[in-house]
């Protein structure tokens, strides 16, 4: 009981997995193969690396958030590709994507953090933007033409294990975990989002830690963008959508409180692995990708009634 009232969402991912594994083991055995792991591993990179991002985002507090997220990373995408076919060398390519991100998400950090505009609003038009710029600059079809070498690290596999997991979430969440817990920055990032008041007050830099953290979500969504490029073979405009959905209910099912001071990005990790595994689960049943949205929706408010109950009204 204790730990339910303390973080309701850890306690409700548990129960969430110990009934999906049931579910699995009873219902859908073929879901344990070597090749099923190897296909939900692949489709969690790009959702982990986005919702760390979001979730350093709502860490901060201020009402932060980051909807643009889906946006960015087709944007992100489009913009390497279109580097490439301009003549840029491929190994640039990875540096581009994690460039235009950065901007991206610099962008929304100079509009919530120096000009003090809430930041639902601001990051759901650039949202519209990044998307929209997207489409425009492909007229709404995928480029192809990504390199073989590029492919093959990012269709490549080791162990089951898929190689843009490993070089790229792992080490993203293993340095996030680092700068949380054993750095000032870390503790200043909680700091800001339980009393963002007695934070100024002690000199601490909390507009700067916002810019950054909307930085940092920028630069993990043009990571996103590159790994997809590198598996998908072309820039999709469309590869992001539903990522600003799915990426804050892994969020905030991975025990980051809502208007920021608490979280654990090994949480939120669990949690985009079990969005991940949920949608795969309902697509060998034969449903329908609405129902899929639905589910990821459905969580979303059930986690926000959890907070509610067991954190914001004790």
């Keep these: 009981m204790n730990i339910l009232r303390r973080s309701p969402e850890i306690a409700l991912l548990l129960v969430l997995w110990l009934m999906l594994v049931l579910g699995i083991v009873l219902a859908l055995p073929q879901m344990l193969a070597p090749w099923s792991l190897t296909s939900i591993l692949q489709f969690a990179t790009l959702l982990s690396l986005v919702a760390l991002g979001q979730s350093l985002v709502v860490m901060t507090g201020g009402g932060g958030i980051d909807l643009s997220v889906g946006g960015n990373v087709s944007l992100s995408a489009v913009m390497g590709m279109l580097a490439l076919n301009q003549g840029v060398s491929p190994a640039l390519l990875p540096l581009i994507c994690l460039l235009s991100g950065t901007l991206a998400g610099a962008l929304n950090g100079f509009l919530v953090a120096r000009l003090r505009l809430w930041p639902l609003i601001v990051t759901l038009g650039s949202f519209y933007l990044f998307s929209g710029l997207a489409l425009a600059l492909t007229g709404g079809a995928a480029i192809a033409g990504v390199p073989p070498e590029l492919t093959q690290w990012g269709r490549g596999v080791s162990f089951s294990f898929p190689l843009p997991f490993i070089t790229c979430v792992v080490p993203a969440f293993v340095v996030a975990w680092l700068i949380l817990s054993k750095s000032a920055w870390g503790k200043w990032i909680y700091a800001s989002g339980f009393n963002e008041h007695a934070t100024r007050l002690v000199g601490i830099p909390v507009d700067r830690l916002r810019l950054l953290a909307y930085c940092l979500s920028g630069l993990l969504a043009g990571c996103a963008g590159f790994v997809s490029l590198t598996w998908l073979g072309s820039a999709r405009p469309e590869i992001g959508v539903n990522l600003e959905l799915e990426s804050l209910t892994a969020a ?31 697509l060998q049943l034969g449903l329908n990708s609405v129902w899929q949205l639905g589910a990821v929706g459905m969580l979303l408010i059930v986690v926000l009634m959890a907070q509610r109950l067991f954190i914001y009204r004790r």
């Design 252 to 282: 905030l099912l991975g025990g980051v409180a809502i208007f920021g001071g608490r979280g654990s990005v090994i949480g939120v990790m669990a949690a985009a692995l079990m969005l991940v595994t949920i949608k795969t689960c309902m």
